[in-house]
């Protein structure tokens, strides 16, 4: 079975940092795009980054652009999220997600083959 465990959420005050760690299982680590998702309260799941995206070695949204880093060790079947100069409207649940094509990278309209649970990400204003 494929297994993707997410973790490393907590508690930062703004400006501070946490790195949040997706170990993945059950596939082969680096034919797979792993992607970063967040949901806030009542809004919509949002797509924060990825790597072997397929078509870019790594994307970013927007409003992680700078602030953000995704790297994977390989050896660990681990992809890592780095997030600096944490701000309030980061705060919500952080997934980690696998496909093998891309998914929701490559086109919105497609989904991740394989999710996560999830590891809250709460900054303090």
């Known amino acids: 079975d494929v297994q993707l465990q997410a973790s490393g959420g907590g508690l930062v005050q703004t400006g501070g940092s946490l790195r949040l760690s997706c170990v993945a299982s059950g596939l082969v680590f680096d034919d797979y795009t792993i992607g970063w998702f967040r949901q806030a309260p009542g809004k919509d799941r949002e797509r924060v980054s990825c790597i072997r995206c397929k078509t870019a070695p790594t994307l970013y949204a927007d409003s992680v652009k700078g602030r953000f880093t995704i790297s994977s060790d390989n050896a660990k079947n681990t992809v890592y999220l780095q997030m600096n100069n944490l701000r309030p409207e980061d705060t919500a649940v952080y997934y980690c997600?696998?496909?093998?094509?891309?998914?929701?990278?490559?086109?919105?309209?497609?989904?991740?083959?394989?999710w996560g649970k999830g590891t809250l990400v709460t900054v303090s204003s």
């Open positions: 997600a696998a496909d093998r094509y891309g998914g929701v990278f490559v086109n919105p309209h497609y989904g991740m083959d394989w």
